[in-house]
């Protein structure tokens, strides 16, 4: 069974810029969860879905946004990037929203110039 | 935060065990014991995990004390390919704490030759 991919692996945006990344869960999980990673503040949760809502949220300005689709596919959107997003973007699915196991993506590494 | 205290690194011989502690001292009845590793600029890899009993699989083995306050990580015969992050998150499974994972800083392990 193929794993969760995550598009674009790399990505360079200058400040001010949106960028969308985008994630395909392993077929017949339901659940996509998106987490930062920064060398400063580490992993950091920003957002769940499942069955297109949004059922978690963590600590991140609006600025950061997601949605699902109805194949469970899901992106999450930066609008007005600042050089702090600069970050390693991961996502996770699972197969359903009562916690069970979180498998990761590669990552999409994006750089704000 | 972070539930979970775990040494900042270790150094295991290649071909020895390792054996990676983790002190959970307030976890709960409902909470699980999972363990990821991140090789690195990788996605996180789901390794193993539990709730009360020792748990093995074609990975690593989790042991999990009595009072449930604390567990170890075994990688019964370490390679260099298993240099890496290793995390140990406590979670609810249950519904209404759907995917959030909260990471903490993990502890770096270097396998050596």
């Known amino acids: 069974k193929a794993g969760v991919t995550q598009t674009p692996r790399y990505l360079i945006k200058t400040r001010g810029q949106q960028v969308t990344l985008s994630c395909s869960p392993i077929?017949?999980?339901?659940?996509v969860s998106w987490y930062q990673q920064t060398p400063g503040q580490g992993l950091q949760f920003l957002f769940e879905y499942f069955s297109e809502t949004q059922r978690n949220k963590g600590n991140f300005p609006g600025r950061f946004s997601g949605r699902q689709f109805s194949n469970s596919r899901s992106e999450m959107n930066v609008s007005t990037l600042e050089l702090g997003d600069s970050a390693l973007y991961l996502c996770?699915?699972?197969?359903?929203?009562?916690?069970?196991?979180?498998?990761f993506g590669p990552g999409t590494r994006l750089l704000v110039l | 935060d972070a539930k979970t205290t775990q040494p900042t690194s270790m150094d295991c011989a290649e071909g020895r065990a390792a054996n990676l502690p983790c002190n959970h001292s307030t976890i709960s009845g409902n909470e699980y014991v999972y363990w990821y590793r991140q090789i690195h600029s990788q996605g996180p890899q789901y390794i193993i995990h539990g709730l009360k009993n020792n748990e093995t699989n074609e990975m690593a083995s989790l042991i999990i004390t009595e009072d449930r306050k604390s567990s170890t990580l075994i990688l019964p015969h370490a390679t260099l390919r298993d240099t890496a992050v290793y995390y140990c998150?406590?979670?609810?499974?249950?519904?209404?704490?759907?995917?959030?994972?909260?990471f903490g800083q993990g502890t770096e392990l270097s396998v050596k030759p």
């Open positions: 996770a699915s699972s197969m359903g929203p009562a916690g069970e196991t979180q498998y």
């Open positions: 998150i406590v979670r609810d499974n249950l519904y209404n704490q759907g995917g959030k994972l909260i």
């Open positions: 077929s017949g999980h339901r659940s």
